[in-house]
């Protein structure tokens, strides 16, 4: 148990449509992380946010877009879903954005667009 | 953009030590060596971490050699719960001044009695 939460566990959507999930970090932590990851693949980054900034991002459109609040918690949101967005959705939460921290991840979201 | 190179599996019998190899030849000095366990899908788990020198903690050992351009996970008595994808990645700078774990493709650890 980390004490990173995100919602919903599963969704269903169609193409086209928008999504947002969401992520609670563990207690105090100040940095969110989002991460996708595909069919028997390895999660592949997609932005970071530390103290409500963006201060990094993967190689994904910008149609992925992220906020993260004052509480720390965050969310991602997918526009104009397509099929390859299928996959589970991870977030990790760590104490300040150094590089010795570890990252906690939650159980992730499992995304189907169809 | 993986930095890290793994068996894509193992077998090891239950009590055994076990043994996880990287390679990472392009890690950066100031780059990390993470180790995360995923299983059935779920989150990852986070296992260990170091940069120049060996790690322990209550779940494993983390030898990095000395040119750090390689690594071994030792889980020192593997149980059947031990079971797992386990991922070794480069923690890696970004230009915004964050950072990123780069995950690769992970070594399936099979434990069998």
């Known amino acids: 148990e980390t004490g990173v939460t995100q919602s919903p566990t599963h969704l269903i959507k169609t193409r086209g449509q928008q999504v947002t999930l969401r992520c609670s970090s563990q207690s105090g932590h100040n940095t969110v992380s989002w991460y996708q990851q595909a069919l028997g693949q390895g999660p592949q980054f997609i932005f970071q946010?530390?103290?409500?900034?963006?201060?990094g991002r993967g190689n994904f459109p910008p149609r992925f877009s992220g906020l993260q609040f004052p509480n720390y918690s965050s969310e991602l949101n997918v526009n104009a879903l397509e099929l390859d967005d299928s996959a589970l959705y991870l977030c990790a939460s760590s104490l300040g954005g150094g590089m010795n921290t570890e990252a906690f991840f939650g159980q992730g979201t499992r995304l189907t667009v169809v | 953009d993986a930095k890290t190179t793994q068996p894509p599996s193992m077998d090891c019998a239950e009590g055994r030590a076990a043994n996880l190899p990287c390679n990472h030849s392009t890690i950066s000095g100031n780059e990390y060596v993470y180790w995360y366990r995923q299983i059935h899908s779920q989150g990852p788990q986070y296992i260990i971490h170091g940069l120049k020198n060996n790690e322990t903690n209550e779940m494993a050992s983390l030898i990095i050699t000395e040119d750090r351009k390689s690594s071994t996970l030792i889980l020192p008595h593997a149980t059947l719960r031990d079971t797992a994808v386990y991922y070794c990645?480069?923690?890696?700078?970004?230009?915004?001044?964050?950072?990123?774990?780069?995950f690769g493709t992970g070594t399936q650890l099979k434990v069998e009695l």
């Open positions: 946010y530390y103290r409500e900034e963006e201060n």
């Open positions: 990645i480069v923690r890696v700078i970004l230009t915004g001044g964050g950072n990123k774990l780069t």
